[in-house]
């Protein structure tokens, strides 16, 4: 399965969600440093319920130090972004993507959409709505990638 990357996530409930959404599907969650608020945060550990114990969850510092741990792996980047090239649905996942998600008031910085292999969009109907939640956008890109590779079949 594909592994979730948030890049400096700055709101303890999204980040939260998303753990329980990599509970739920075994997914790898990697929180990319300097985050927006405490490991122990209250309402982090509240939108994440008592499925902490299920998230594979991966702190990394900085950017530099998640690169190096990307290094040894391997697998593709793929950044998630409403100036992503390729919609979400087409594009054809592998097992050892990256999925990449950056701050929710920012998103992906300029440098590191041009450091991913490929980025992606969710389309949005309304040109007035600049984004999706950030636990949303996760949990979209996530079970398309699953649902393509056969994931959550079981």
Not at 22 to 31: I, K, Q, S, V
Not at 77 to 97: C, E, H, L, P, T
Not at 117 to 136: A, Q
Request: hydrophobic share 40%; aromatic share 12%; net charge neutral.
């Amino acid at each position: 399965m594909p592994r979730v990357v948030l890049i400096q996530p700055q709101i303890p409930p999204n980040t939260g969600n998303v753990a329980r959404t990599c509970a739920a599907t075994r997914t790898e969650l990697h929180l990319v440093g300097p985050l927006g608020f405490e490991i122990s945060d209250r309402d982090l550990r509240r939108a994440g319920l008592d499925y902490w114990p299920y998230v594979p969850l991966k702190l990394h510092s900085s950017i530099e130090a998640f690169k190096r741990y990307h290094q040894y792996w391997g697998g593709r980047w793929i950044g998630f972004s409403k100036r992503g090239k390729q919609n979400y649905v087409q594009f054809q996942y592998q097992a050892d993507d990256w999925l990449l998600f950056g701050p929710e008031t920012t998103g992906l910085s300029p440098e590191l959409l041009s450091a991913c292999d490929v980025t992606t969009s969710i389309p949005m109907s309304e040109l007035g709505v600049r984004s999706l939640n950030l636990s949303v956008s996760v949990a979209i890109g996530l079970f398309e990638a699953g649902r393509q590779l056969g994931f959550l079949d079981q």
